[in-house]
T-cell receptor, first 114, second 113 residues
Framework: EAQVTQNPRYLITVTGKKLTVTCSQN?????MSWYRQDPGLGLRQIYY???????DKGDVPEGYKVSRKEKRNFPLILESPSPNQTSLYFC?????????????FGPGTRLTVL | AQSVTQLDSQVPVFEEAPVELRCNYS??????LFWYVQYPNQGLQLLLK??????LVESINGFEAEFNKSQTSFHLRKPSVHISDTAEYFC???????????FGAGTTVTVRA
């Protein structure tokens, strides 16, 4: 089954404790991205990756890091989480831009930073 | 840059009644338009999309959306909703041949019996 998986689904942590949210896709997509979803704001892009070893900032990158060492994986790293990073996070991968741009989303990770 | 405005944050509706979710976008060039649906505690799923051609696009579960270039709108409609249509709906826009999606703030649809 074609899918995007994320782990963990739920995470409660404390300020300053480094964490990583993993993302993996099995569709051989080159493009992957991370979003955060906050009430009344919709989804905002944090980082994206056009291919292995190619990453770039989205609209709200502050406080986040990413890496893309393999095509299928795109982890999101919070080196020193703060309460304003409490949010619902989604990873997505995309069909090639010339094939309609459809993005496939993971199930989400709900993060609470105390 | 492209942006999306969803004009209604919450839409309560009775079962079997029609519903319309409004979406306006701003862009100086041609765009692709999307509606995504998020059921409770799930990720987003593509509902339908407009890339080019016919301005009326349909989904497999009875939703339709019409692209109106002059009004820069892409409103979503369903003539008769079910309880299972309770969800949050997001309108999104991208440039052709560009991966970046810009989302609206979302519209929560609550269907009551």
């Amino acid at each position: 089954e074609a899918q995007v998986t994320q782990n963990p689904r739920y995470l409660i942590t404390v300020t300053g404790k480094k964490l990583t949210v993993t993302c993996s896709q099995n569709m051989n997509h080159e493009y992957m991205s991370w979003y955060r979803q906050d009430p009344g704001l919709g989804l905002r892009q944090i980082y994206y990756s056009m291919n292995v070893e190619v990453t770039d900032k989205g609209d709200v990158p502050e406080g986040y890091k990413v890496s893309r060492k393999e095509k299928r994986n795109f982890p999101l790293i919070l080196e020193s989480p703060s309460p304003n990073q409490t949010s619902l996070y989604f990873c997505a991968s995309s069909l090639p831009a010339g094939q309609g741009n459809e993005q496939f989303f993971g199930p989400g990770t709900r993060l609470t930073v105390l | 840059a492209q942006s999306v405005t969803q004009l209604d944050s919450q839409v309560p509706v009775f079962e079997e009644a029609p519903v319309e979710l409004r979406c306006n976008y701003s862009s100086s060039v041609s765009v692709y338009l999307f509606w995504y649906v998020q059921y409770p505690n799930q990720g987003l799923q593509l509902l339908l999309k407009y890339l080019s051609g016919s301005t009326l696009v349909e989904s497999i579960n009875g939703f339709e959306a019409e692209f109106n270039k002059s009004q820069t709108s892409f409103h979503l409609r369903k003539p008769s909703v079910h309880i299972s249509d309770t969800a949050e709906y997001f309108c999104a826009v991208s440039l052709p041949n560009d991966y970046k999606l810009s989302f609206g703030a979302g519209t929560t649809v609550t269907v009551r019996a």
